[in-house]
């Protein structure tokens, strides 16, 4: 047994939402331990490493050299390969740089020590300490040795994977239809346009899209991503990829370097968020973009408001729920109504046919949209295929 | 009474990429990644094949 620690605010997790509550909650002077279970920051990456830019200033990033390459925006391809384009600022949180991931949590967790947080490695949460009913900190082991952490505020930021908010009795199970099994490789000797990062709709991808996001010239991550509930035998996810490569000229001579795979939730917003000593923030509390499968920018945001939020309540002394609570409205003033029409939007285009995924194209690529909003996109398609527009009238 | 049938995950590197879309679908939370080890809880476990399906690379079986 080691000894056991006490903290102010206990941050699991250390990916961009875990380092960005832990920063922020040292910024307004409490004091933060945030873990990691694995022995490299950042590493290995579970990520497309697409992301829209126009947030970062709001929670404090500067872009730095995990930029890897910044885009003009996104081609949307339709399942007979009608392209629409769409400038940056209006392709959703996916789209505006290409990232080095891992530098991108390193530098994350840098701002976070730098900011006063202590920082351990190789350290993960096996528990949760509760005190009738209330969290009031987590069992962890480091190097082996297990010991308590007792914390004022605890904060579950593990990610895709999370496990301590079901720990603490918060509901984060995800339904089959609303997760994508994703697979990636990473291929040089591809022939990508750095310029944009591209999506390719319909049944190469059920549920979900494949993914072209340039790193440089000639390297791009090429991925998937597939519904779970769409998924009929082993190992799709990677067969549908090889099959779309194998079919694609510019990218079946490239060469693959290095393979990501991960889960990512494409679910309506969690109904609860806090509880009492405790709060969940990032993939974990599912917070990722239903329909881009983007997390980074929303697991920020609200990881800000999550520390914060945990800051003062361990300064006032009142961890309840309520006193949390501040948290659960904040990330939803934000982020849920988004959250929300995306879910619906999801559900929708995971039903349409392929036939229809064209039209739906076609009619937009003839538009030049000064805004690109739902109104906007139904009036293009109603105008140029009016049968269509039945499919959407749910939207309008 | 029909015994349980097994579940198997290949995770000593040879299929697993331990991303752990696994762990996160678990419906009972009992799939646990460890960096390069993926266990199960054997007991918790109800063999409902929605990691089967989860798994980018068909590292799980059941049988």
Known sequence: MGSDLKTDVLVIGAGPAGSMTAKWAAKHGASVLMIEKRQEIGSPVRCGEGMSKDWLPDVGIKPGRWVNVEVEGARIFSPNETVFEINEKHAGNEVGYVVERDEFDKQLAIDAANAGVEVRLKTAATGILKDDGKVVGAKVKQFGTTFDVHAKVTVGADGFESQVGRWAGIPTNIALKDMDSCLQYRMTNVDCDVRFCDFYLGKVAPGGYVWIFPKAEGLANVGIGVQVSQIRSMAEPRDYLDRWIAHHPAYSKGKKIDMVGGGVSISPPLKQTVMDGFMVVGDAARMIDPLTGGGIANGCIAGKICGTVAAQAAQRGDSSKEALLEYDRGWRARLEEKLYRNWLAKEKLCSLSDETFDKVVDALKDVKLQKLNVHNILKAVRDKYPEVTKEFEAFL | ?63
């Open chain 2, 1 to 63: 009474m029909p015994s349980k049938k097994s579940l198997h995950i290949e995770s000593s590197g040879q299929l697993c990429i331990y991303c752990g879309a696994c762990v996160g679908i678990c419906p009972l939370n009992c799939i646990y990644l460890d960096e390069t080890r993926i266990t199960f809880d054997e007991k918790v476990c109800t063999r409902c094949e929605i990691c089967v399906k989860a798994c980018p690379v068909g590292a799980i079986e059941i049988g």
